[in-house]
């Protein structure tokens, strides 16, 4: 029944019966007058489609273009060119790249040195476990905000490919726990003003109708992130899709 599924999921509400006697200012909720928070602008590495300091997320089924995209995003950040929509970009700046699923040597350096990017400005962590969120989090704040004296430039991209594989979490179809992750990840990001970029794969058994619910695992993912974009075949031609753009313009699919 509701009433019992309400009792398991949420026990502390279901036998809430008021304050205790002893209930203080100890219990009140920490809060801030709207008016103390300062404005400002939301800032951009590729305007209107990757925000800086936010949580991005690139999905697509296998061999849509997902990493061939991403290729492209970091040689125009590390070459310091325009954007392949005449977007202006004049500073260059460091990418982190993660990414487990394709070889190294073979395919990503060849590819990124063939779109016209700056191998010298990209570093690589050694291991997958060394920048995995659920564990490593402070690692990861660390070397992104002492990245100029680690690496000898700053970083204004991090990679993850999959993303699924650095998240780390036990259950990725569950809300809570990948909250619990995400949420501090889009603290670090904020307070570094280094934007992440996740590539995802697609739930193959999805109701196309709303890509975002194609996004393998929880909600949460779609939730939390900024921007989510979509690499599509159609026929013959590759699409790069904005389904998702908190402060920017969203395309309209063909």
């Known amino acids: 029944t509701i009433d019992s599924a309400y009792e398991k999921f949420a026990p502390g509400v279901a036998g809430y019966t008021g304050l205790p006697e002893d209930a203080d200012g100890s219990l009140a909720i ?35 273009g997902k990493s061939t995209i991403s290729s492209e995003i970091a040689a125009c950040l590390t070459a310091g060119r325009v954007w392949p929509d005449g977007a202006d970009y004049t500073t260059e700046m460091g990418v982190m790249w993660c990414v487990t699923e394709e070889d190294m040597r073979c395919t990503v350096k060849p590819r990124l040195v063939a779109g016209g990017g700056n191998p010298e400005l990209i570093v690589l962590p050694e291991t ?34 999959p993303f699924m594989n650095y998240v780390g979490s036990q259950n990725s179809n569950s809300d809570g726990e990948t909250r619990e992750i995400l949420d ?15 590539i995802c794969h697609l739930n193959k058994k999805a109701n196309m109708v709303d890509p975002i619910h194609a996004l393998m695992g929880t909600t949460a993912f779609a939730g939390i992130a900024r921007s989510i974009h979509f690499a599509l075949r159609i026929s013959e031609r590759r699409v790069f899709a904005i389904c998702k753009s908190s402060g920017g313009a969203e395309d309209k699919y063909p």
């Open 30 to 64: 920490k809060a801030t007058r709207m008016s103390d928070i300062v404005s400002r602008k939301q800032e951009w590495l590729w305007p209107g489609r990757l925000p800086k300091g936010q949580l991005v997320l690139l999905g697509g089924m296998p061999g849509a």
């Open 128 to 161: 997958t476990e060394s920048v995995k969120l659920s564990s490593n989090m402070a690692a990861l704040e660390y070397s992104l905000t002492h990245a100029k004296e680690l690496d000898g430039f700053e970083i204004g991209l991090v990679i993850m490919d």
């Open 184 to 198: 501090p990840l889009a603290q670090v990001l904020q307070r570094t003003g280094v934007t992440m970029l996740g």
